[in-house]
Structures are given as C-alpha cells and as structure tokens.
C-alpha cells in the first residue's frame, strides 16, 4: 500500500494566492452594492409613489369654499322651529325650499358670474347644518362659507380652465380654503365636491371583519391539525401541496369561486359585504394556514415533551402551551393575510361589488363597496375633480395598510420567543 505525498502547505503571500483573495473580496464588494442598489431602487419606487400620492392627494382633503350672502328672513321659509330639534329637522328644512332659497341667494349675489353654477350641489347642506345649529338664522341676515361648484375648485387650486381661473379672479376675496370633513364622512356622489370615502371605508372594514371571523379559527385549527395529529401519508401531502398551491392561485379566481358558491348556489345578496368577506376569506386562509404551520412548527418539542411528561393530555399540551407559544407568529402571519385581502380588488369585482353605493351599509348585507373598489371607480371618471379625490382615497388606504402592517411587527417584537 503506497503512502500519499506530503502535502505542501498553502502559501498565502504568493502572487497566484493573492489574486485570488483579491477576486473574491471584489466579488463580495459587487455583491453588497448590487444589494444595497436593490435596496436603493425599491426606496426610490416607494418615495415617488408616496410623494406622488400626497402630492396630488392633498388637494382631496381641502376644499374651496365660496361665501354667499343669504337672507332667508327674506325667503320666508314655512319652517316650524319646533321641528328643527328632532330627527325631522331634515326633512323640515328641505320640504320649505331651503335648496330653492340657497339658489336665489347665489342668483342675486353673483348674477354675471354664473350665480348658484358656483356652488357645489351641496352647498344648501352646509346651510341646512348651519340652521339646524342656530335657528336664528332664518330670521336675519347672514354670509356662510359654502362649498363651491368642482370646476371653481380646481380653478382656485392653480389648474382650472381660463374661464373658471377668471370667475375665481372675479370672486377675489370671496373665496376661501378649508378641510374637506365631508371627504372623510361622506359617501360616494356624482358630484366631485361631495363625494367622500366613510361609505367605502366603513364596507371595508365590515368586509375584513367577516374575513377574520370565519378565516382565522379555521386556518389556525387546519394548520394545528396539520401538524399535531395528521399521519404522515400520501394523502397528508396532497393536501400539503394543495394548500401552498392555493396560496399562489390569482386572486380573481377565488371571485369566479365566490360568485359561482356564494351568489350562484347559496343566493346571498349581491354586492354585500358578507359575500367579499367570505370570497376573501377564502383567499386568505391558505396563508393563515402556512403561517400558522410554520409558527406551531418552531415550537421546540422539548415544551411538547416536558408537558407530556408532567402528565398533560395532548389536548392539553395543544391548547395551553404549544399554541399560546406559537400564537405572535400566527397573528403576524393573519394580520399580513388581511392587509393583502384589504388590498384587493378583483375578486370583489366580479361578486358586484363595483355598484354606485350613496349610503354606507348599516348591515352585513346591504350593499356596499370598498376603497380599493372605490378608487377603481373615481379613477375611471372623467370629471377632473374626481383625480385629486383618487390620490387622497389612495392615500387613506396606504395609511390603512401600513396601519396593519405596524401593528403587525408590534405583535412579533412584542410576543415572540426565542429559542
């Protein structure tokens, strides 16, 4: 049996050797900046659909207001001030001709700038409130700053056209800038200067939470399940395998699912909130399901073990330590499921959810829509005045989704164990 050479021990300091090092700590300096370029490029992509956002999203929080001289002691308005206290106060007010008055009033204030064309179709609301709060006001003179009409709005923010930029340079002092509360308690509208977006919030957050309720302790007992009890056979990784598939199938077609199950077999009214979330729901629960499996997995079996061995039940051992333990992951996992459902807009297309909805829904099944549908719907108008309400609904829902997301990382940092 021959004995191998002696092996020559490497030299570091020759030329060959020292080539080679240098090769490799280029390739490793090419390979931080190409990751540090990577990271660099997603900020930029982020900070221009931010800033482009807010840019453009900041005109849909304000709005122009015009102020108009009224005289609705002069108008006489049949209107019984005991009325004005209880729940018929709207009524009252619009049954005596209060829109009718609001439109005289701007007729003769402005009779060669267009007259009431320069207010917004719900200027008279504004007076409506304004009465409703102090009734003296139908007995004397009185100036209220009112919402002006969308193409004077735009003209006063610097882009309207050079006969609205005229009317606004005749008006002069007479307009003014403020929030726009109606944007954030109003629902959908026809007309820019009254549209809002609590009709579609209020739908999504109705739709989420029909979307938590059913798909949360159905992935979390699938994932427990999966892990605690199933065999180890053919059939347990076929369903393995059907899940992660699930988790990649686009989410339009859980909407044919949804409209052929939910609406198709089971009748339930369309375009309602019930039917998105549980047609979300059904998106969802494969990544609930994954998350969970992952979380219950990195439990170390010694907690498994030493719970066994002080005589718990297996049961026992599932419920009191193993998915308390594993429950920061599954909630991070959940939280980031919904925020993606939150997001989502195809599915509920197809299930209707795309209709004119004026009212916010009072129940699970009215109808109703979503932000994301929403700002679908106003970036599909052709009026100018619905692109800056676009921006600022966008901007609402990116403050939703990151709401979500922080409040996911609270719960990992604030609950997860290391082992």
Do not use: C
Request: hydrophobic fraction near 50%; charged fraction near 20%; charge should be positive.
């Amino acid at each position: 049996m021959s004995e191998s050479p002696p092996r020559t021990p490497t030299d570091w300091s020759g030329e060959r050797m020292q080539r080679r090092i240098a090769r490799r700590y280029r390739a490793e300096r090419r390979f931080r900046l190409l990751g540090l370029a990577a990271i660099a490029l997603s900020a930029a992509f982020l900070l221009v659909l931010l800033g482009s956002m807010l840019t453009r999203g900041v005109g849909g929080f304000t709005e122009t207001r015009i102020a108009l001289p009224l005289d609705l002691g002069a108008a006489r308005l049949a209107v019984d001030p005991a009325r004005l206290k209880g729940r018929d106060a709207d009524r009252a007010l619009a049954g005596a001709g209060l829109e009718d008055a609001v439109d005289a009033a701007a007729n003769a204030a402005w009779p060669r700038l267009g007259g009431a064309a320069l207010l917004s179709d719900g200027a008279w609301l504004r007076v409506r409130d304004a009465v409703k709060a102090d009734p003296t006001l139908l007995l004397r003179r009185t100036t209220l700053d009112v919402p002006a009409a969308s193409a004077i709005d735009i003209a006063y923010k610097g882009d309207g056209t050079p006969e609205a930029e005229a009317t606004v340079r005749a008006l002069g002092g007479q307009l003014s800038r403020g929030f726009n509360r109606d944007f954030l308690t109003a629902a959908d509208s026809t007309d820019p200067t009254r549209v809002g977006i609590w009709g579609a919030l209020k739908g999504s957050l109705m739709t989420t939470f029909v979307t938590i309720a059913l798909a949360f302790p159905v992935s979390v007992l699938a994932a427990l399940y999966l892990e605690e009890y199933a065999l180890r056979n053919r059939w347990t990784g076929l369903i393995e395998v059907s899940i992660n598939n699930l988790a990649a199938v686009p989410s339009i077609i859980f909407g044919l699912l949804g409209l052929a199950v939910f609406l198709g077999t089971f009748g339930l009214p369309r375009s309602a909130a019930i039917v998105g979330g549980l047609t979300l729901a059904l998106m969802t629960m494969p990544v609930i399901v994954i998350a969970g499996r992952n979380a219950i997995r990195a439990v170390p079996p010694s907690i498994r073990d030493a719970a066994l061995g002080i005589g718990a039940s297996p049961v026992q051992v599932v419920f009191h330590h193993v998915l308390p333990l594993a429950l920061p992951g599954i909630l991070t996992g959940t939280i980031i499921g919904v925020a993606r459902a939150l997001g989502e807009t195809a599915p509920l297309l197809l299930i209707g959810m795309r209709a004119f909805i004026a009212a916010p829904p009072d129940r699970l099944t009215d109808p109703a829509t979503v932000l994301p549908v929403q700002v679908f719907l106003w970036s599909d108008e052709v009026n100018r005045g619905f692109v800056e309400k676009t921006s600022a609904a966008i901007v609402v829902l990116l403050v939703l989704l990151l709401a979500m997301n922080g409040i996911a990382i609270y719960l990992r940092n604030r609950f997860e164990t290391r082992w």
